[in-house]
């Protein structure tokens, strides 16, 4: 449910939305239209109509799962493709140990945190984590790292 109120002489847009606390949609999204013509408020509030709609069927549609979770289904997807030959067993393996690495980092740090939550500083905290081991001897074993994080 949403609507438009005028303050101040310019028109608002406030929309309720899911509480992840309450399980209600009873928190309140507020957002300017940046107009004081009400026609324009209108057209404005339902392009932020959609926009939000687009955002919560998303999530509806495509629920959050949790690193664990996703590195699960990614891996046995390639597993998948080593039997009709389009992995070879090393490539896989190197994927392994790949995201092996990035998840015990992430998992030590944030516990094992929604994938939507993972951040580009997440990533490159990793990148400056596996740069600084003293295991890695070159620059390339990072970039492949990052590489299967990225997929």
């Avoid at 101040?8 to 509480?19: A, E, K």
Wanted: with cysteine; charged share 35%.
């Amino acid at each position: 449910m949403s609507s438009i109120y005028l303050k101040d002489g310019i028109f608002w847009y406030l929309r309720y939305i899911p509480n992840p606390e309450s399980g209600r949609n009873d928190k309140r999204l507020y957002r300017s239209t940046r107009t004081r013509d009400r026609n324009e408020a209108l057209i404005r509030k339902s392009n932020f109509d959609e926009k939000y709609d687009a955002i919560y069927r998303k999530n509806s549609l495509f629920p959050t799962r949790t690193l664990s979770e996703c590195k699960k289904t990614y891996l046995a997807e390639k597993k998948s493709e080593i039997l009709t030959r389009k992995r070879s067993q090393n490539t896989y393996n190197s994927e392994v140990i790949s995201l092996k690495q990035f998840s015990e980092f992430v998992t030590n740090e944030y516990n094992d945190p929604n994938i939507r939550d993972i951040a580009k500083l997440h990533i490159l905290e990793f990148k400056k984590h596996r740069e600084s081991s003293s295991k890695v001897k070159s620059s390339s074993t990072v970039s492949l790292n990052l590489r299967v994080i990225r997929s």
